[in-house]
């Protein structure tokens, strides 16, 4: 298309733009629309989205996506060929993503009885799977045993005793240990640490690596560790990677996920070669030649990959200007639960001059229910289009009801063309499960 600016182009005047960019899709392009310059991801305008799948909606750069789950598979390939990668699905669990990942060749990590429903309902190779989780119930591990899982992560003793108690052909299983890495990151989202409640301390691993070594039906591969999320200094996976070394020698080694991303204009984070590169020099210092390295990468997979779109419903000027969408906290928890900041952008007329800092607000009833501080807008009308960056990990997984709140649908975008791949929930799926109190 001739009138379409891609990244890195010289940007409107008075507009943030050039640093927009950064922080949108890979495929995301300007556009000539109605009413001037709009968004445009994967080649389809914004405009087009809104008015065929409505708002909230959460939007997927494909061809971004695969790059991105491309660079993570060779990148680790080249450095240390005995490599896995594994998408961390509870960041991003529809089933659309599941065949997607499984399609570009990698492995799948699910929490839960559900995430390994939806990740067979789409298709992905049991032995592909590998079941995580500190509190795995009798029925979800007889769920994962059921359908073959490739791997089972054990957190703790108990967890021990289950199995052998449930299993009934040989189990591939590795040992989830605590590796006293106190990950610099919202204390949510760190992991790794003393008093962390995932795996085991290392002396308490050696006793349970022992017993599992001595049951007939226990195939013992190796140690997982993960030290958190959003984690934006790779020196942290590294030492991770040494402290796990004295656990013993193995097979295999779990490094975890972890890596963070940039969410802001003024943010930087590593690049995934970067990443990589922290974790081989690790590896090669540290651990057994022959040993397989596997990493469990969500966020950083599908972060910038996905936007969410929301239209104006409201603006009102009183101490402040509050322009309130569509949805707001029940679709983007982390704002709550981790402070996170976004940036957000007026979609549909993005060469106008960002001439006021408005407080983006949307419509549950909790103050907290800020989804941006200080976005930087042109005058917001009710009916625009507003585009909130880098939400495609968390924030669809965490979604909820709130308020009556529906969850939102997901789109994935390329070369100019849609398709739907989770549709919007509605009343009915709302009312559903409370049936009985109604009578039938
Ligand atoms: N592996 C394990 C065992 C994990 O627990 C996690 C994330 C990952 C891998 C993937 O980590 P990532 O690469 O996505 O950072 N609710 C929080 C995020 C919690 C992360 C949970 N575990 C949030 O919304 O920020």
Redesign the pocket.
């Known amino acids: 298309m001739s009138n379409e600016t891609t990244l890195n182009q010289p940007t409107a005047e008075g507009t943030r733009l050039g640093e927009l960019w950064s922080i949108l899709p890979e495929e995301s392009s300007r556009i000539d629309g109605e009413t001037g310059g709009e968004l445009a991801i994967g080649g389809v305008s914004v405009t087009a989205l809104a008015e065929q799948y409505g708002t909230p909606l959460h939007i997927v750069d494909e061809a971004g996506l695969r790059r991105q789950i491309r660079r993570f598979i060779d990148g680790l390939r080249e450095r240390w060929p005995n490599s896995e990668v594994?998408y961390?699905s509870?960041?991003f669990p529809a089933v659309g993503m599941y065949q997607l990942a499984h399609e570009e060749g990698l492995s799948i990590?699910v929490?839960g009885g559900g995430e390994i429903k939806l990740a067979l309902a789409a298709g992905v190779d049991p032995a592909r799977l590998h079941f995580?989780g500190n509190a795995k119930t009798d029925a979800e591990l007889s769920i994962a045993l059921e359908a073959g899982i490739g791997t089972i992560?054990v957190d703790n003793f108990d967890e021990i005793e289950r199995l052998e108690r449930l299993l009934t052909r040989p189990q591939n299983v590795l040992l989830?240990v605590i590796p006293g890495v106190e990950a610099e990151t919202?204390a949510?989202?760190a992991?790794g640490g003393d008093k962390s409640k995932?795996g085991l301390p290392m002396d308490q691993a050696k006793v349970a690596i022992e017993r599992m070594q001595a049951h007939p039906l226990i195939e013992f591969e190796g140690v997982?560790l993960?030290i958190?999320?959003?984690?934006l200094n790779t020196h942290q996976f590294a030492q991770a990677v040494e402290n796990i070394s004295s656990t013993g020698t193995f097979a295999t080694y779990d490094v975890?996920?972890?890596?963070?991303v940039k969410y802001t204009y003024t943010e930087e984070a590593p690049s995934v070669e970067s990443y990589l590169d922290s974790i081989v020099a690790a590896a090669k210092a540290h651990l057994p030649a022959e040993s397989k390295i596997m990493i469990?990468?969500?966020?950083?997979?599908i972060a910038r990959a996905g936007v969410t779109l929301y239209r104006v419903v409201s603006v009102k000027r009183t101490g402040e200007v509050f322009v309130a969408i569509d949805g707001g906290l029940a679709d983007q928890?982390?704002i709550a639960?981790?402070q996170?900041r976004y940036e957000a952008v007026l979609a549909n007329r993005i060469d106008e001059p960002w001439v006021e800092s408005v407080q983006l607000v949307g419509r549950q009833c909790e103050s907290g229910d800020l989804l941006v501080d200080g976005a930087d807008f042109p005058e917001a009308r009710v009916g625009d289009l507003v585009l909130m960056a880098t939400t495609g990990?968390?924030a669809y997984t965490?979604s909820n009801n709130y308020n009556g709140a529906l969850k939102p649908a997901i789109v994935f975008v390329q070369g100019g063309e849609a398709r739907l791949v989770t549709r919007r929930e509605t009343y009915d799926d709302l009312l559903a499960t409370h049936a009985p109190a109604l009578g039938h």
């Open positions: 594994l961390a509870k960041s990590d929490a995580h992560i989830r919202h949510s989202q992991t995932f997982h993960h958190g999320s959003q984690i975890g996920g972890g890596l963070g469990e990468p969500g966020r950083s997979v928890m982390d639960l981790t996170q990990a968390y965490m």
